[in-house]
Structures are given as structure tokens and as C-alpha cells.
């Protein structure tokens, strides 16, 4: 059974006391490589997500960053970056980016890398959402269209939780969407030794 992986959190040296940036790092890795390939891709990603919500904007009042770990173990790494900012106005902004590695690898998944191929996932889970949406009495901007291939995920336990970022098929007031769907339901076209696949096998 694969151990989970050391983490440590790392702060972002800033002047101001209003922007305050917390980030994971992997640490104690047996395979310097794939450690460095996990830390790259983190840093990429959180580099990106601050440049998104103004990190070196002017007008930048305040920014909060911080990340949450969704999943370490089975050799899979799944974590959550969180950026908050405020720039004026009625209020601040949040994006949440999602990344989920193999410890052994350092491969990074994307949705499509969990599922086989030609297995039309989108479709299959474009229906379950759309049904907890109606059940949910969710309030859309739109109607809801489908994922996208690359729509935002995240494994936690047995579920794979998939989300939408605010506006995008919600008011605000909703905040984040998430839908968590058990494995279980998506088994028949899940990709061999995927993170899925991993995961499924705890049950």
C-alpha cells in the first residue's frame, strides 16, 4: 500500500500584510525527479491562478491564497489551490484550481486522462450532474449544457467531485457547485490503473 506523501506549506514572502500566499510543496520524495515535476506544476499553477486575480495589479486591496488536500494516498496526490482577491467593488473573487498527480510518476491527470478512451465521460456525467441539479433546485444562469472536457475535478475518498467556478453556470450566491459522484456509478468506463481505478479498489 502506497503511504502518503510528506507536505509542507510554504509562504509566499510579501510587504503587505493584506496578501498573504500559502502553497503546498512535496517534500521526502524517494524520486528527486518526481518530486521536482509535482512542485513545478504546483508553483506553474498557483503562478497562474495570482496572475488571474490581479496579484500584481494596482489596484489589488487584498489577496488571500491556500490550498486544501482532497486526496493522499493509493500514490495519488489531489489537492485544491484557492485564491482570493478584492479590487474594489461590491466583492472579492475566489478561483479554485484543482490539480491531481501519480506520486511515482509525477504524471498529472486531466478528466479525460481518468476515463477510457471513446467512453463518452462527458455525456455520462453531463446527466448525472444534470440530474442533481434538478433535484437540488439549483438556480443557473443558463441552462446547463454539459462539462466540459476539461471541466475542474478533484478525487476525494470514493468520489470524484466535479465543480464549476462562480458564474460560470451559477449566480454568486450559489458559490462553488460541486457534484461528488462515487466511483461505483462511473466504474464501467473508468481507465484501468487510473487514479479512479486506485481509488475504486478501496471499496
Known sequence: MDLPVSIVTKKLPHASPSITVYYPAVVHLQ???VQSRIN???VSALNKL???RDFYAPSLVELLANYEIKTNERGILSLNLIVYSFTGGAHGMTTVQSLTFDTKT???YTLKDLFKPNSNYEQKISAIISKKIKDWNIQLLEPFKGIRSDQDFYIADTSLVIYFQLYEIAPYAWGFPYFPIP???LQDIV???SPLDRM????
Request: glycine share 4%.
Open 31 to 33: 524520486n528527486a525527479n
Open 40 to 42: 513545478h506544476a504546483i
Open 50 to 52: 495570482l496572475v488571474e
Open 106 to 108: 509525477g504524471k498529472q
Open 183 to 185: 466511483i461505483l456509478d
Open 191 to 193: 481507465q484501468p490503473n
Open 200 to 203: 475504486m479498489s478501496f471499496t
